[in-house]
């Protein structure tokens, strides 16, 4: 496969680009000036450097030094799409490519998982997040969740060896809240179910709303009816996961986004929408009446409390 080259111009102009200007074009982004840095509105964890260029996203155990790094480790672009979309422009000349996604070196870094212990990680995702006993059972089972040695829920990615690839830790103190992805985690792995329909998926930004999700399809369908759907978490906003998915997974023909009801959620939505039905995909966006599709469960557990 051949790649572009750019002009020195170009890529002047690409490299020097002002990234909070870009991500607010580009994603739909606010930020707000603290200190030395600013704050992303809409992920508080993510924050650019006086320069405007470079940033670090904390829980995303990601940073850079300007636009292209952005693009290419949040967004999983190559170095030359990354220079297009920040130019909006096209040049001829070929050369050899980056991978479109790379991790950070070396293996996967899971935490240390405790062994015959569950119970922390279970008074979370069942009393606090309202998620089903039997679904949390059936992830566990898979080993796809775990509780670390200290009492965190750790959400796991495999590929198709049964090798894992990517994993994601969230807190369980509600007066402490903490999540971020493990050391070397690989993106085009994130935390997923596979269903007996393979044809649709269903897509959602974080692990626990992925799990909610299977939770209300059991409640208005019957005990182990989630197990019909295929669902995808991009733990995060970039479609890195999603585009790897598609290509290990050529029969899913509908695409079913259930992203976050912010700002941030709609914009992504909408840029996405545009992107795969381009690709000949069917797209539906539904939104939850709150801010994500673990509130929805929440909400409607309060209203209904027979249905926890």
């Known amino acids: 496969m051949e790649y572009k080259k750019f002009s020195q111009e170009q890529l002047d102009k690409a490299k020097n680009a ?16 603290a200190g030395k840095y600013y704050q992303c509105k809409q992920h508080s964890s993510l924050v650019v450097y006086a320069d405007r260029k470079g940033f670090v996203w904390n ?12 693009l290419r480790k949040v967004e ?13 422009e096209s040049a001829a000349v070929a050369y050899t490519p980056a991978p479109k996604y790379k991790s950070e070196a070396g293996q996967l870094e899971l935490p240390e998982k405790a062994e015959g212990k569950y119970n922390r990680v279970y008074a979370y995702l069942s009393q606090t997040r309202g998620i089903s006993p039997y679904v949390i059972s059936d992830f566990m089972k898979s080993k796809q969740l775990y509780q670390d040695t200290r009492g965190n829920c750790v959400f796991v990615g495999f590929d198709e060896q049964g090798t894992a690839k990517f994993g994601s830790v969230r807190g369980t103190l509600t007066e402490k809240k903490y999540r ?11 935390f997923h179910q596979m269903g007996t329909d393979s044809t649709r998926l269903y897509i959602f930004e974080a692990p626990i709303d992925l799990m909610s999700h299977c939770t209300m399809t059991d409640q208005a369908f019957g005990k182990g009816s989630y197990k019909g759907q295929t669902r995808l978490a991009l733990c995060g906003s970039s479609d890195v996961a999603l585009e790897a998915f598609l290509e290990r997974h050529k029969d899913v023909k509908v695409l079913h986004f ?14 996405y929408a545009a992107k795969y039905q381009a690709r000949g995909y069917e797209v539906h966006s539904v939104f939850s009446r709150g801010k994500d599709v673990n509130e929805d469960l929440i909400n409607t557990q309060k209203q209904n409390p027979r249905k926890r």
């Open 76 to 88: 999983g672009k190559s170095f030359p799409d990354a220079i297009e979309t920040i130019i909006g």
């Open 180 to 190: 971020g992805d493990c050391k070397n985690s690989d993106k085009r792995y994130a």
């Open 258 to 271: 259930r992203l976050d009801n912010d700002e941030a959620g709609r914009a992504s939505a909408t840029k």
């Open 18 to 33: 002002d990234l909070i200007a870009f991500l607010s074009a580009y994603m739909g982004l606010e930020f707000k000036r």
């Open 59 to 70: 829980s995303q155990n990601i940073s850079g030094g300007d636009t292209i790094d952005f």
